[in-house]
């Protein structure tokens, strides 16, 4: 069985940084996309990021140039540095991984909140 755990969401002044990590584990043959959503209070979840097995990348717009996601696939990690936050950035953060595995599909971790005060 396949699970992803995250951390490192918190609450911040703006204008600051957080790192949000986002570990698969279990019986993993291999991990193509993996990636960040986000979902803020009474709004639809929305792309933040996404990252190829090869690292390509992509970013929604409100988020270019501030954010960079990165993964470490020899951990199986993805990671999302946040940089110069803003209030508009407080959401629950949700990482998900297209996953190769005895049972494959995408896979969701289990949201880490983001609290960025003015």
């Known amino acids: 069985q396949v699970h992803l755990v995250e951390s490192g969401g918190g609450l911040v002044q703006a204008g600051r940084s957080l790192r949000l990590s986002c570990a698969a584990s279990?019986?993993?043959?291999?991990?193509?996309?993996m990636g960040w959503y986000r979902q803020a209070p009474g709004k639809q979840r929305e792309l933040v990021a996404t990252?190829?097995?090869?690292?390509?990348?992509n970013y929604a717009d409100s988020v270019k140039g501030r954010f960079t996601i990165s993964r470490d696939n020899a951990k199986n990690t993805v990671y999302l540095q946040m940089n110069s936050l803003k209030p508009e950035d407080t959401a629950v953060y949700y990482c998900?991984?297209?996953?190769?595995?005895?049972?494959?599909?995408?896979?969701w971790g289990q949201g880490t909140q983001v609290t960025v005060s003015s």
């Open positions: 998900y991984a297209d996953i190769r595995a005895s049972i494959s599909g995408v896979y």
């Open positions: 990252i190829g097995s090869g690292g390509n990348t």
């Open positions: 279990g019986s993993i043959l291999r991990i193509n996309d």
